[in-house]
């Protein structure tokens, strides 16, 4: 194991430069170099010992009543109040909200193994509900409260869901809608309703025994869950993840992100989980957090007013975020200096802290010296101005953020460790329970996505394909006819269809999906995702796709970032101009233009994007372009907008 520790723990020096106590390692820390398999000189297979021991009996329904056996007082989570205050909630208030409405949900004729749909935002009650679930040997299957009608029915048809519990009136019509095709759906609760004192009134004669009794039914190979995927061609299919998959992602994560997980300094560790909490990667945080008794709250609006207020009020040490998410608060950062017309000021700072940030890399692998006096110097006087207001935009006390989803990018992982907040990018599938890759404490390697998470391996199979194994890899697909898991691993290996190579230390890069390869006319093999990941980076680009199969030259289809937008609007003074005759602006399209120009510098001549269309609408879920991990429905958007794409390749 390998992890940092702050000066106020361990007694430290301070950096001179204001980032904050110089990481130390962690007493007794232990760094576990990765095993790696050498074919004609190319590092072909790597992997990592697990940290964690395997749970050998009990599961997931038993960290409440552990957490308030062993620490009662112990504060694992925090409820945002009307008045917008957060109250604490105890280890033992917790288990007692678990115990009492797993009581309530067994009275109501659930039997273990059962399905229970959770359809809501990131709240207190979803987690609530979830541990309750379990604690009654139920199997919780989120669904995405911003599903259609005919994705909600597919789940709980497909994953035979018993009961159904939704957030608010407009997804309890929607179920009620077609429940009459479900015979199967006995209950449905509503959590503005009451839903969560229902339950606990339905079971308050039950005894507690009842609840220790389903306890004991469960084993580390049950099911723990069904989350089913985003779907971005056909059908979800539903990912059956055991209580097993859940100890070796989450007690090996905590072993690896000791600074993250661990309270180092008299700062309590915690976190606001403001992902979905329906994707496995909010949900394996979130269990992480009452695993390691880290005070965890949920913020179940990322409009970024909501969120910023949401943020300040908490303050985590640490998030869970997505690369949009670290890319509005730094493109925000800067709109802000621009309007002060402080551009060029912010672009110097953001300059230095990449430089620092590099030079901080290139130190902890022993192939440079660190920061040198200049740069240290410089660094220093720009945190007042720069650095410390970006880390206030996320509530003043982040120090680490662990980011996935998609690749967050050179540039803004080196500013953001140089501002004093460290990025661990990690990589993975709803099929790893999350991450299966993650940048490692005191050796990070910024760009990439990390080594295997400890337990775990990676191999690169001939064709590139990205392979896995470890025991976070999920037992199969739900088939709904056997009533279980349909295996897909091969001795042990799960296809990813994700490309990438290892480096030399063994290092994993993803370079982009199988089945979204781009071959030109030209027979040039292209791969749109690292184009498509810096294009986004762009403060006036929201989304965009890469266009050129069967094609003779590379395009593109860009959406503008409505609030970058709003902020050009603003600079260039064109407020009044309407959209649809803005994307077609000179002085716009040159701005984006450099976006291009800047995205190209990555790829060769053949591989370049050689014209673009911006577009006046938005890629969304709503209009069926976006899947609700915001992953891009390419066949959606090659299908409503063939005729921008035909236009690109007919200009002479």
Not at 49 to 67: C, E
Not at 164 to 177: H, K, L
Not at 534 to 562: F, K, Q, W
Request: charged residues 20%; proline residues 7%.
């Amino acid at each position: 194991m390998f992890s940092q520790e702050s000066a106020a723990a361990t007694g430290g020096p301070a950096d001179a430069v204001g980032r904050g106590p110089v990481p130390v390692p962690a007493p007794g820390a232990v760094l576990v170099e990765p095993e790696k398999t050498v074919l004609d000189g190319t590092v072909r297979e790597v992997s990592v010992p697990p940290l964690a021991p395997q749970v050998p009996h009990g599961s997931l329904a038993d960290i409440p009543f552990r957490n308030a056996l062993e620490a009662p007082d112990d504060i694992v989570l925090a409820r945002k109040q009307p008045s917008g205050a957060w109250r604490d909630v105890s280890a033992a208030e917790f288990a007692v909200e678990v115990r009492a409405v797993a009581k309530g949900l067994i009275a109501h004729g659930m039997r273990p193994g059962d399905r229970l749909a959770i359809m809501a935002r990131t709240t207190y009650e979803w987690t609530l509900i979830d541990f309750a679930a379990w604690a009654a040997g139920l199997v919780p299957v989120p669904i995405y409260p911003t599903s259609s009608a005919h994705q909600a029915q597919w789940i709980l048809h497909d994953s035979g869901a018993t009961a159904c519990v939704v957030e608010d009136v407009a997804q309890a019509r929607m179920i009620s809608g077609f429940r009459n095709e479900l015979p199967g759906l006995a209950h449905l609760w509503q959590f503005d309703t009451g839903a969560v004192s229902q339950l606990v009134s339905a079971g308050r004669d039950l005894p507690d025994t009842v609840v220790d009794e389903r306890r004991t039914l469960i084993s580390p190979a049950t099911i723990a869950t069904l989350i089913y995927t985003s779907g971005t061609t056909g059908r979800p299919k539903g990912c059956v993840l055991t209580h097993a998959n859940f100890f070796a992602e989450v007690d090996n994560s905590i072993e690896l992100l000791h600074p993250v997980f661990r309270s180092v300094s008299a700062e309590a560790a915690s976190t606001l989980l403001f992902l979905p909490l329906s994707h496995v990667f909010g949900r394996m945080v979130a269990i992480g957090c009452l695993r390691a008794r880290v005070r965890l709250g949920h913020a179940p609006s990322i409009q970024t007013d909501d969120l910023l207020a949401d943020l300040a009020g908490f303050q985590p040490t640490f998030l869970l975020a997505i690369p949009y998410v670290l890319e509005k608060v730094y493109n925000t950062g800067r709109a802000t200096a621009e309007k002060m017309g402080r551009a060029a000021s912010f672009d110097r700072a953001a300059r230095i802290a990449r430089s620092y940030g590099e030079a901080v890399e290139a130190k902890e692998h022993g192939t440079g010296s660190g920061p040198g006096p200049g740069l240290r110097m410089a660094r220093k006087l720009y945190d007042p101005l720069v650095y410390r207001r970006i880390r206030a935009a996320l509530g003043g006390k982040v120090r680490h953020a662990i980011c996935g989803g998609s690749p967050l990018g050179h540039r803004l992982a080196a500013f953001y460790s140089g501002a004093g907040i460290e990025i661990f990018e990690g990589y993975g599938l709803t099929e790893t329970t999350a991450a299966a890759t993650i940048t490692p404490p005191l050796r990070p390697r910024i760009g990439t996505v990390g080594w295997p998470l400890p337990g775990g391996g990676v191999r690169i199979a001939d064709d590139g394909e990205v392979l896995l194994r470890g025991g976070h890899v999920f037992a199969g697909y739900w088939d709904a006819a056997l009533g279980a898991a349909r295996p897909v691993t091969r001795q042990g290996w799960l296809a990813t269809g994700d490309l990438g190579s290892l480096d030399a230390d063994g290092y994993l890069s993803i370079t982009g999906r199988k089945k979204e390869i781009i071959v030109t006319t030209g027979g040039k093999n292209v791969a749109p995702a690292p184009l498509e990941d810096r294009l986004r980076s762009h403060s006036l680009v929201g989304h965009c796709m890469v266009i050129g199969d069967n094609r003779s030259y590379i395009t593109a289809l860009i959406t503008l970032e409505p609030d970058g937008l709003s902020h050009w609007r603003q600079m260039k003074k064109k407020q009044d101009v309407p959209i649809d005759e803005l994307v077609r602006d000179e002085v716009l399209l040159a701005d984006i233009q450099h976006a291009v120009d800047d995205a190209n510098k990555l790829v060769s001549r053949a591989e370049s994007i050689r014209r673009f269309a911006v577009l006046p609408t938005d890629f969304t879920e709503q209009t069926g372009h976006l899947t609700p991990s915001l992953k891009l429905r390419r066949g959606a958007v090659a299908r409503d907008f063939a005729p921008q794409i035909r236009a690109l390749y007919e200009r002479n």
